[in-house]
């Protein structure tokens, strides 16, 4: 290419390039220079290194986070692809009523995390929500969802789950409509059943779709936050706590913003590991497949 030409390429990708230095790139090295201070909310701050991180290693609070954070996306990621993937092999069919419950299943993804958490909540409250009193209804005493440990996580994953389904839906819908329509063809012609059509051509089909829609997904519910804050606050007892709430607290409650920013480096190395071991698991698994 001549000069001209490179420097008229760059300009066409120079505004993007420019966003992501200042919206990703900057913020993660300020991010790793904040984590090596201790700070307020009024700036300045002195030098420290690594005594935020050696704090945050013997942090039982912090330590239950990330705990509680990795039990409730192993909870919500399973149960919301299996169910995204149903819904999509369900409403694949250009029929008008399919249209509609696509539309149906997608809005609540549009509806803001302030929404969500105030429907569930008026669903889930013990003492005036809608299952509290079908358990009345039915002279049973109702459940405490938000006040129990074990049930309050459960809570929240299914109010997820109810939220975030909309997404993964859609992309399995447009990974199933890449499939090539002479392939259920042929399996039909050979009298192959539903089970196998599944197992053997559509599953096989949608593995990146199905990767995509894991990673995501696993990203963004390391990520959860204003669910456990606005359903739960974090209770009972911190047993909802997440990773992201454990930084709201430190930062805008404790004014220690250098250790909130250690905090948040680690959950992005641990995004990171875990994307990259399931990036490299499931291409191992391809490769082996295809080795065969």
């Not at 090539?180 to 593995?207: F, K, N």
């Not at 804050?229 to 430190?250: I, K, S, W, Y």
Request: aromatic content about 12%; hydrophobic content about 55%; overall charge positive.
């Amino acid at each position: 290419m001549r000069r001209g030409d490179r420097l008229a390429s760059f300009g066409f990708v120079a505004p993007f390039l420019l966003t992501y230095l200042l919206i990703l790139i900057y913020p993660l090295f300020a991010g790793i220079g904040l984590s090596m201070k201790r700070v307020d909310l009024f700036g300045g701050g002195s030098f420290v290194g690594f005594d935020n991180y050696v704090r945050l290693a013997g942090d039982p609070i912090f330590h239950a986070a990330i705990v509680q954070t990795l039990l409730l996306a192993a909870m919500i990621v399973p149960i919301l692809t299996v169910l995204a993937l149903m819904l999509a092999l369900a409403l694949n069919r250009p029929t008008r009523d399919a249209a509609v419950f696509r539309g149906i299943f997608f809005s609540s993804s549009v509806l803001s995390v302030t929404i969500v958490t105030l429907i569930w909540r008026f669903v889930l409250a013990p003492d005036a929500g809608l299952l509290g009193e079908v358990a009345q209804a039915l002279g049973t005493p109702p459940l405490p969802f938000l006040s129990d440990p074990t049930l309050a996580l459960w809570a929240l994953a299914i109010t997820t789950i109810w939220w975030s389904i909309g997404l993964p839906m859609m992309l399995f819908l447009a990974g199933l409509q890449q499939i090539p329509g002479d392939i259920y063809e042929a399996a039909a012609l050979d009298r192959a059943s539903r089970w196998t059509i599944l197992w053997c051509i559509t599953l096989p089909s949608l593995r990146r779709t199905l990767v995509l829609v894991v990673m995501l997904q696993t990203a963004a519910q390391l990520q959860l936050f204003g669910q456990t804050q606005l359903l739960t606050a974090g209770g009972p007892n911190g047993a909802t706590r997440t990773m992201v709430l454990f930084m709201f607290e430190t930062a805008f409650w404790r004014w220690e913003l250098g250790y909130a920013a250690a905090a948040a480096e680690v959950l992005f190395l641990l995004i990171v590991a875990l994307t990259l071991a399931q990036y490299w698991f499931t291409m191992r698994n391809t490769e082996a497949g295809n080795g065969r």
